[in-house]
């Protein structure tokens, strides 16, 4: 999907995310490395937290920026998670099928 204003300048940023380290942890990360590399993790936009126009932001792809707070502070304990993510990656084409 194109960023709201092509052409435009925009701002970069860095990012960290956590997942738990299981058998489904490993999975989602593996999805989300494809979605990565099928450029689906971030786009350009106007970030909703900073309200900053034309910076990189999230992707509709949910990560957990926390590991502690819950679901209200994008960290954990969030027990639906990683169903949840697995949802949006499948709606962005990102399936189990694709992880070797």
Request: hydrophobic residues 35%; aromatic residues 8%; glycine residues 8%.
């Amino acid at each position: 999907k194109e960023h709201l204003r092509p052409g435009k300048p925009f701002t970069g940023t860095h990012r960290m995310a956590f997942l738990p380290n299981n058998d489904e942890g490993r999975l989602v990360l593996k999805l989300l490395k494809l979605a990565f590399d099928h450029q689906l993790t971030f786009t350009v936009g106007d970030s909703i937290t900073t309200g900053a126009k034309n910076v990189v932001v999230w992707n509709n792809i949910h990560h957990k920026t926390s590991l502690h707070g819950g679901p209200q502070c994008f960290g954990y304990p969030d027990p639906t998670y990683l169903s949840r993510v697995q949802e949006e990656l499948h709606a962005a084409g990102i399936t189990k099928e694709m992880v070797k």
